[in-house]
């Protein structure tokens, strides 16, 4: 994982944007100990409307059916988040390398600072054409078996 999972732009953007918002926090699995250091760095920074306890332990599906976008530092959630219909941000540099190829497609948004990230919140851009009919034609149930066999296979 990264090692400052909140980048600095992304607590300022939390800050910015304000009450009106409520930010669904899940962090990398191998920071979910952590999540009380995390908490206080928001608290600090004057963010109260940040969750992280149910978040971590949900499942992605469920909390794709709770939000309007996906920010990620690097993460493949992305690939998922796209696939329920969700825009995401990337904010770090590491996820801009690899996703590169979709960002330059408009599949993903890079918004490395505050302004951009702002922007990308308060301003959807549309999909671009072959990200929608990736879209209209994805069927969430084989996309769940899918990812369900994935993870059945995944070397431990």
């Known amino acids: 994982p990264i090692e400052n999972p909140i980048p600095e732009h992304v607590v ?9 918002w409520n930010w669904l926090l899940r962090p990398h699995p191998l920071w979910r100990d952590r999540i009380p250091e995390l908490e206080c760095v928001l608290a600090q920074a004057g963010v109260a409307n940040a969750h992280m306890d149910g978040p971590a332990l ?9 939000v309007d976008a996906h920010i ?9 988040a796209l696939a329920h219909g ?8 590491r996820g801009f390398h690899q ?9 993903f948004w890079h918004a490395p600072d505050t302004d951009s ?3 990308f919140l308060r301003h959807p ?11 209209q034609d994805f069927d969430k ?3 769940v078996d899918l990812v369900k066999l994935l993870i059945s296979e995944r070397p431990r």
């Open 141 to 143: 149930d084989k996309a």
């Open 117 to 119: 990230l702002v922007r």
């Open 12 to 20: 300022r953007a939390m800050q910015e944007l304000g009450a009106d």
């Open 99 to 107: 996703h590169r190829r979709f960002i330059d497609q408009g599949v």
């Open 72 to 80: 990620t530092c690097s993460s493949s959630s992305c690939y998922e």
């Open 86 to 93: 969700l825009r995401t941000a990337i904010v770090h540099e």
């Open 58 to 66: 949900a499942p992605l599906p469920a909390l794709f059916e709770r």
């Open 125 to 135: 851009a549309p999909f671009p054409s072959e990200a929608a009919m990736v879209i």
